[in-house]
T-cell receptor, first 114, second 115 residues
Framework: DAGVIQSPRHEVTEMGQEVTLRCKPI?????LFWYRQTMMRGLELLIY????????DSGMPEDRFSAKMPNASFSTLKIQPSEPRDSAVYFC????????????FGQGTRLTVV | AQSVAQPEDQVNVAEGNPLTVKCTYSVSGNPYLFWYVQYPNRGLQFLLKYITGDNLVKGSYGFEAEFNKSQTSFHLKKPSALVSDSALYFC?????????????FGAGTRLFVKA
């Protein structure tokens, strides 16, 4: 398996624009996570899905952020409108069932909002 | 609420010397504990985990960690450091009984191994 695949790797956008980040989890994994990493706040869990259903979105910072998982092999994280403070590295991770299971991370999307 | 503390922002060690990266945690139930490593411009990679059983856990690349329930610690160790071990290390905790999959990460500790 190619691992968790995220696209794009880098995104530069202007403030106010819509940004969509994409993720393909590892086949067979039924949990998917979106994290945000910044120097100030470290690694934050934004939302996670189980079997394509959002389970906990308490980490989503504002209504400008939304996430979907239309099927087992694809998820998106959308920011609309984007703001400079959204600049961060966004990671997608997936995991198989089981509370003890570790997560497998993608390489991340570095988002810069100017 | 779950929390993780990595008290050292940075650890410096000479190649060939033992290394320790510290982690303490707080959960209301039984903890599931993890260590991940992040290399520049890469995602986090799983190193090892403690779920139950033997307090000494062995993982990838010669790393090991010791679970200490009384001190609520899960320190990462390696007997002999390599320059290639230089990276950012994250400790993470999940509440094993009722916490679902919500995993809390520490702030990270940057390890520098000098040749």
């Amino acid at each position: 398996d190619a691992g968790v695949i995220q696209s794009p790797r880098h995104e530069v956008t202007e403030m106010g624009q819509e940004v969509t980040l994409r993720c393909k989890p590892i086949s067979g994994h039924d949990y998917l996570f979106w994290y945000r990493q910044t120097m100030m706040r470290g690694l934050e869990l934004l939302i996670y899905f189980n079997n394509n259903v959002p389970i906990d979105d308490s980490g989503m910072p504002e209504d400008r952020f939304s996430a979907k998982m239309p099927n087992a092999s694809f998820s998106t994280l959308k920011i609309q409108p984007s703001e400079p403070r959204d600049s961060a590295v966004y990671f997608c991770a997936s995991s198989y069932t089981g509370g003890s299971a570790e997560a497998f991370f993608g390489q991340g999307t570095r988002l810069t909002v100017v | 609420a779950q929390s993780v503390a990595q008290p050292e922002d940075q650890v410096n060690v000479a190649e060939g010397n033992p290394l320790t990266v510290k982690c303490t945690y707080s959960v209301s139930g039984n903890p599931y504990l993890f260590w991940y490593v992040q290399y520049p411009n890469r995602g986090l990679q799983f190193l090892l985990k403690y779920i139950t059983g033997d307090n000494l856990v062995k993982g990838s690349y010669g790393f090991e960690a010791e679970f200490n329930k009384s001190q609520t610690s899960f320190h990462l160790k390696k007997p002999s450091a390599l320059v290639s071990d230089s990276a950012l290390y994250f400790c993470a905790v999940r509440e094993g009984d009722t916490g679902g999959f919500k995993t809390i990460f520490g702030a990270g500790t940057r390890l520098f191994v000098k040749a």
